[in-house]
């Protein structure tokens, strides 16, 4: 069975702080999906990020970063600079790659990251 | 391109009613996935659908939850008989494709039964 850990419950920073979010993941398949999802105040889900098992290669994108490392199964995300903006409950989430099981994801129980001003 | 869309986006029930909730895939989208999230938790898988067909259910609660995606409109889950632990945001999302990884989520629906 597929699982995600997210251990960080809650991190608070005080602006222009960097912070880092943690995710740990347990799959038997060799090739996935990772994801990236951030969870405003007003409860929408907003996509920032797919990476596939294949691809080892860190991103970043403009205040946001991911460093995937397969060895490790971790898939960490950091946030640069962070800004009052950036107060939200982000989720880790995985995916199987085949076909029976579709897009269907894996969620961590989320990182509440609170940017105070 | 509208997006997923779903609702109502909140909905009040008192315990016993039936809750039904809605949602319309993306153009061109045939699979349609429901997901709850139940107050300070994470989402959780609750069935996968295509096109009158149930793929995956094995997130779904035994009693009183169903779900159905029809040849025509929009996917719905319903749930019968609500209980005050039943309150939660629920989640649609839609993909093209199986196994994509391309899956676009709803703004979600809100129940809280009283």
């Known amino acids: 069975a597929q699982k995600v850990t997210q251990a960080q419950t809650e991190i608070s920073v005080v602006e222009k702080e960097d912070v880092t979010l943690d995710c740990v993941y347990e799959?038997?398949?060799?090739?996935?999906?990772l994801f990236w999802y951030k969870q405003p105040p007003s409860g929408e889900l907003v996509f920032l990020i797919r990476?596939?098992?294949?691809?080892?290669q860190n991103e970043i994108s403009g205040r946001y970063s991911w460093n995937f490392q397969k060895s490790t199964s971790s898939f960490n995300f950091t946030i640069t600079a962070s800004q009052v903006v950036d107060s939200a409950v982000y989720f880790c989430?995985?995916?199987?790659?085949?076909?029976?099981?579709?897009?269907?994801?894996?969620f961590g129980g989320g990182t509440r990251v609170l940017v105070k001003p | 391109n509208a997006g997923v869309m779903q609702n109502p986006r909140h909905l009040v029930r008192r315990r016993g009613q039936e809750a039904r909730l809605r949602c319309s895939p993306m153009?061109?989208?045939?699979?349609v996935y429901w997901y709850r999230q139940l107050p300070e938790e994470g989402l959780k898988f609750m069935v996968y659908?295509?096109?009158?067909?149930?793929?995956?259910e094995s997130g779904m609660p035994k009693e009183r939850f169903s779900a159905e995606f029809p040849k025509e409109g929009p996917s719905i889950l319903r749930i019968q008989q609500v209980v005050r632990g039943d309150s939660a945001a629920y989640f649609c999302?839609?993909?093209?494709?199986?196994?994509?990884?391309?899956?676009?989520f709803g703004e979600g629906s809100r129940l809280t039964v009283l």
């Open positions: 999302a839609s993909s093209r494709e199986a196994n994509t990884g391309e899956l676009f």
């Open positions: 799959t038997r398949d060799t090739t996935y999906y």
């Open positions: 990476r596939n098992s294949f691809d080892e």
């Open positions: 989430a995985l995916s199987e790659w085949n076909k029976a099981a579709g897009n269907k994801l894996t």
């Open positions: 153009k061109g989208h045939s699979h």
């Open positions: 659908l295509q096109k009158e067909n149930i793929i995956d």
